[in-house]
Each structure stands twice: as structure tokens, then as C-alpha cells.
């Protein structure tokens, strides 16, 4: 048997409009019908032109999960719209300034048009739409609500990219400074103190001890500045490589970040909105409660939280109340075990955890403010210490050689 061929078409599609793809098939004849068995009437079908090997398709940034929220947002409102799902993505990938988005867009829509669901077309690129996100739209695509839960899908997506934003701004801008204070430090340390210290050799008097360790760590620093550079660098890429492959390391180091002083907090009850959020927004789209503690648990962010959405998962499977296997995880605090209690005897478990979402993200809302604001003068302090102290080690013996000649 002869293998497909891929053709690109161009041609008018069932509503009218004009219309692009790709379409793999045996020949052009078995193409062509196969587009009118589709409604789509083909004017111009050529053979696709193979990719030279080691060649990135388009320049320019990967997708983000904002570019992911945003083609959401879009599609979700030009269905809403009623326009038609291929003839969106023609205008959505349009609209992308990013060349890999606009071909991701265009990939999902060629599936769409060679006959998948818009679910199926997604699974094809795992690495920008998580399991989460394609259970939600299967789900939607068979209850024939589609461009409901695309616009639920949309609005998760926001707020889980506002919430990171804000974490990611409470964490960065302290971190900024530090680090430029050190590399500061360091310039001074390996440029301006031995300029000094070639000063101090000829005042024949014993150095103050402040000032001989600041020359001993710039002495060190000269020496040592090139092999540190290198260890860093080489502890920084083992990190990278070895954090996502051992499940081991990744725990721990999710362990140690609920531990931080301030930004553990911080931290947690993230993790907290961020599973609310989303377990009501798998609820509310009709996905049973088994199979969206299973999506939640790949989407908490946190090893110590997934393992307790699993163990949850487990509990809720042998016939145990939701509220009930949270409490015994004790990973979830009480106001979000109250509020699940609520919504299953109520029967409006996707309202209650999503209200518990909104006063966590509001939470998280004020810590980081308040972070922020604590966060300015303990930095100012920080600054202060490193490039203020070296400054005095430096003049403080030109300070006593000054008292001595005036004594």
C-alpha cells in the first residue's frame, strides 16, 4: 500500500467562505473527494513541501501559557459569535505576532479539517494543551457546549496567569536587587579593593581587622572568581537537567519552598487557590469528580499537593465524602474543607470551591502587596550592608591614620 502523501488545498468551505489545509491521502483524486465528502469545494491542491532537516519551521518566541490563554479567549468568543470553528482559526492565527503560535493555530485547525475533533487535535501538541485542558474541551465537545466551557476554560486560564504574575513579581524583584548588589559587590570587590590595598602596604601599621578580612575575601575572589563562576553554572545546569527526571529532587525542593519564611505562605495558599480553581472548573464542566481529581492533581504545581489530591482521589473512589478526604490529607485548610462540606450537601460543589478560590487568590492578592511593601526597606537594609560595609572597610584605616596625624 502506497503511503499518504500530504497536499496543501485551498478552496471554499461549506459556509462560503475561502478556506486553507493540509489533508493527507493515497493521491489528489482520493483528496478531493474526501474535502467534498467535507463541504469544503477545492480549488488548487498541490503536494506539501518536505522541511529541510535541522530548520525551525519560524522564528521567534515558543508559545506561553499566556499565548495558550489568549488563543482560548479568542476562539471561545468567536464562537460565541457563531462563527465557524475553522474560519476562527484562520482569523486567530492571523491576528498572532509569534510565527510558531500562528503555526501551532494552524496545526490544530488542519486537524480540525482533516477530521478530528477539536479535542483530538489538541492532544496531538501535549507540550501547550495539558490533559487538563483537552479533558475539559472533550467534555464540552460532547455535551455540545463547546463555546461554554472554552469561555470557563479562558477565564481559569486568566486567573492562574494573574495569580502566577503576582507571585512571580512578589519573588523576582527582591531577587533582582540581591543579585545586583552582589555583582556589585563583586566588581568592587575583585577591581576597587585592591587599589586600596596597594595604598595600605606603605602605612607600615597593622590594618584594622574589619578591613584585613574584607582584602582577604578579595584576595580570595581574584583568585578563586573564574573556578566559582564555572561551579555555579555547572550546579545550575545539573539543576535543570536533574529537577524535571527525578521525582525524588522535585519533591524536595517543593518541600523546601513551603518552608520559606513569608513566600512559603505565599506559596501554599497558591497552590490552594490554584486547585479550587481548577477542580471547580473540571466540576462545573460536567467531568466526574474521579477523573477531574485525577486532572487536578497534574495541575497543582506541587508534589506534596498532588500526592494529597491522589490520596483524595483514593478516599472519594472507596465512598468517602470530598470534604472528608481533604480534612485527612491536612494539606487544605479548614475554610476550603468547610466550603466543600457545603457545596456537596448542597449540590453546588463548583460554586462553593470556586467562591474558596476567590478569597484565596484575593489572599494571595494581599500578601504579595504586602510583601512587596515590607520587601523595600529590608532590601534598602541588604544594600546597605554589603556595599556600605565594604566602603567602610576601605576607609576606616585612612579614618585612623587621620586620628593619629591629628593626635
Known amino acids: 500500500m502506497a503511503a499518504d502523501t500530504t497536499y496543501l488545498w485551498e478552496g471554499i468551505d461549506g459556509n462560503g467562505q475561502p ?15 474526501t ?16 522541511a529541510l532537516p535541522g530548520l525551525s519551521l519560524g522564528r521567534g518566541g515558543a508559545p506561553k501559557a499566556a499565548d495558550i490563554a489568549n488563543f482560548t479567549r479568542q476562539v471561545a468568543t468567536m464562537m460565541q459569535a457563531g462563527a465557524p470553528l475553522l474560519r476562527s482559526f484562520d482569523i486567530i492565527a492571523d491576528g498572532f505576532s509569534k510565527p510558531r503560535m500562528r503555526q501551532l493555530v494552524q496545526a490544530v485547525r488542519d486537524s480540525v479539517a482533516g477530521g478530528d475533533s477539536f479535542a483530538a487535535a489538541l492532544r496531538k501538541h501535549p507540550k501547550h494543551f495539558g490533559g487538563l485542558f483537552c479533558s475539559l474541551v472533550d467534555a464540552g465537545e ?9 469561555d470557563q476554560i479562558a477565564g481559569y486560564q486568566e486567573k492562574m496567569e494573574s495569580l502566577k504574575a503576582k507571585v512571580k ?5 527582591p531577587v533582582a536587587v540581591i543579585l545586583v548588589a552582589l555583582i556589585v559587590s563583586g566588581i568592587l570587590l575583585v577591581e576597587v579593593v585592591p587599589r586600596f590595598e596597594d595604598v595600605f602596604s606603605g602605612f607600615g601599621a597593622e590594618l584594622p581587622a574589619f578591613t584585613q578580612l574584607v582584602i582577604a575575601m578579595s584576595d580570595w575572589l581574584q583568585a578563586w572568581w573564574l573556578p566559582l563562576l564555572i561551579v555555579l553554572g555547572a550546579v545550575g545546569a545539573l539543576l535543570r537537567l536533574a529537577v524535571p ?14 518552608k520559606m519564611p513569608i513566600a512559603g505562605g505565599i506559596i501554599e495558599m497558591t497552590v490552594v487557590a490554584r486547585t479550587a480553581r481548577t477542580l471547580a472548573t473540571t466540576f462545573a464542566a460536567g467531568v466526574p469528580l474521579i477523573d477531574a481529581l485525577s486532572s487536578v492533581a497534574g495541575a497543582a504545581g506541587n508534589r506534596l499537593f498532588e500526592e494529597a489530591i491522589l490520596r483524595i482521589r483514593d478516599e472519594v ?15 487544605f485548610p479548614g475554610m476550603v474543607v ?15 470551591l470556586a467562591k474558596a478560590a476567590a478569597y484565596y487568590e484575593e489572599q494571595v492578592d494581599n500578601r504579595v502587596d504586602n510583601l512587596t511593601a515590607l520587601m523595600e526597606p529590608l532590601i534598602m537594609a541588604v544594600l546597605g550592608v554589603l556595599i556600605g560595609g565594604l566602603i567602610i572597610a576601605m576607609y576606616l584605616p585612612i579614618f585612623q591614620l587621620g586620628a593619629v596625624v591629628s593626635g
Do not use: F, W
Not at 527526571?245 to 518541600?255: F, K, N, Y
Not at 473512589?317 to 494539606?331: C, D, E, I, K, V
Open 19 to 33: 478556506s486553507t489545509g493540509e489533508i493527507s491521502c493515497r493521491s489528489p483524486a482520493i483528496a478531493k473527494a
Open 35 to 50: 474535502l467534498l465528502r467535507q463541504g469544503v469545494t477545492p480549488s488548487r491542491l498541490r503536494r506539501k513541501p518536505k
Open 142 to 150: 460532547q455535551a455540545g457546549a463547546l463555546e461554554t466551557i472554552l
Open 169 to 173: 513579581k512578589a519573588m523576582t524583584y
Open 245 to 258: 527526571r527525578s521525582p525524588a529532587l522535585r519533591r524536595q525542593l517543593d518541600v523546601l519552598a513551603l
Open 317 to 331: 473512589s472507596a465512598g468517602h465524602p470530598l470534604n472528608q478526604a481533604m480534612a485527612n490529607t491536612g494539606r
Open 338 to 352: 468547610q466550603m466543600a462540606m457545603i457545596g456537596e450537601e448542597a449540590g453546588a460543589l463548583d460554586d462553593m
